[in-house]
């Protein structure tokens, strides 16, 4: 599977993005599909994560209410919405594919190049 996130770039506080990730190589469909984030001189830290299905999906506290992560499986693609942007939003952006519904990098099976979001205050 090969991932290519898309979609990042600048964007003043207050503003929305969408992200996307589409996936090549076989079909995502049957995979938890999440997003992971990495600010300068930080660590990689979980977004949210969509079912295989759509049908459920967890956010981290930081981002809940904020952003939303949905999926078209006959395109083969994920989406992440980000809404009121802020400045400390601003990382590199990767989508990954993985087995299980899980908040944890390390059991995803499958990753994107990462798309860069900055956010200007």
């Known amino acids: 599977v090969q991932l290519q996130a898309s979609g990042g770039g600048l964007a003043q506080a207050g503003g929305s993005l969408r992200l996307s990730c589409a996936a090549s190589g076989r079909t995502v469909s049957n995979y938890a599909m999440g997003w992971f984030r990495q600010a300068p001189g930080k660590d990689r830290e979980f977004v949210g994560v969509?079912?295989?299905?759509?049908?459920?999906?967890n956010y981290a506290e930081s981002v809940k209410g904020q952003f939303t992560v949905s999926r078209d499986n006959a395109k083969n693609t994920v989406y992440l919405l980000m809404n009121s942007l802020k400045p400390e939003d601003t990382a590199v952006y990767y989508c990954?594919?993985?087995?299980?519904?899980?908040?944890?990098?390390?059991?995803?099976?499958?990753w994107g190049q990462g798309t860069l979001v900055t956010v200007s205050s």
């Open positions: 990954a594919a993985g087995r299980w519904l899980t908040t944890v990098a390390a059991t995803y099976d499958y």
């Open positions: 969509i079912n295989w299905s759509g049908s459920s999906a």
